[in-house]
Each structure stands twice: as C-alpha cells, then as structure tokens.
C-alpha cells in the first residue's frame, strides 16, 4: 500500500478542503493517507511517504506563505537524496493576476530532489471542476 502524505497551510480554510479532496482521490486508489496542517508536520511525514503534496495560499505573485510553510520545505533542501524522484503535487489559491510564485515553486521542489508531476492554481475559491481536477491529482499521487 502506498503512503501519501498531504500537508499544506491554511488560514480561509479553501486550501484545507482541497487537501481533504486529494485525500479522498488518494484513498479511492488504495493509499494510506495522511492529511496535515504543516504546523502538526514533521519531516518523517515527508520522508516516510511515497508520494507527496504540499498546499498554501501564495502571499503574493511570487510567494507562498512565508511564516510556517516555506521554512518547513526549506528544510527539505538538506534531504535531496532521499527525495529523488519522490512524486509531488503542489496546489494553491492566490487572489491577484498573475500566478508565477507556482513555477517557482515547482523549480524550488524540483531542486530539493522532488519529481513535481503536477499542480493546480487557483484563483479565488475553488469552482466544482476544479475540485474534480485535485481529486484526480490525487489518484496520480498513487499511480
């Protein structure tokens, strides 16, 4: 069976309820799933997992927050080895035009050894399709 660990940060609760649906996808395939916020995280959640997703809002066009989850994969860069090849979803909502903090951030997972197979932005909340869309990522966390 294999492990999926979701963490992800929210405060408006839209990101929290797309962790909660990736789970559901992830468990209709069989997975053991664990679903946390990246405060109750440890680096075992990441390290333990077969695959893996990480969720939050984006602060601004080229951010995610900055105060519990980019100091919490910061650092993941220091375990490379170990997440070579490791599937990895990123997901997040941001409310303003541009969305470029996403391909920074599948660059930055990237470099920390992660195999980023997907990801989904979203602006605002999150509409029915796009539900539709983080449960089927989840599924191909366990694929």
Known sequence: MKKVSIIYWSCGG??????NT???GAREQGAEVSVKHVADATLE???EADSIA????AVDA???????M???????QNYRDVNINKNCILFATY???EDTFMKLWKDEMSSYGFNVIGDLTI????TKTQANIIKQLGKKLVN
């Open 14 to 19: 839209n990101i929290e309820a797309l962790a």
């Open 22 to 24: 990736m789970a559901d």
């Open 45 to 47: 959640d990441v390290l």
């Open 54 to 57: 990480f969720g939050s809002p």
């Open 62 to 68: 080229t951010k995610i927050e900055q105060e519990e």
């Open 70 to 76: 980019k100091p919490f994969l910061d650092q993941l």
């Open 95 to 97: 409310g303003w035009i």
């Open 123 to 126: 602006k605002d909340s999150p």
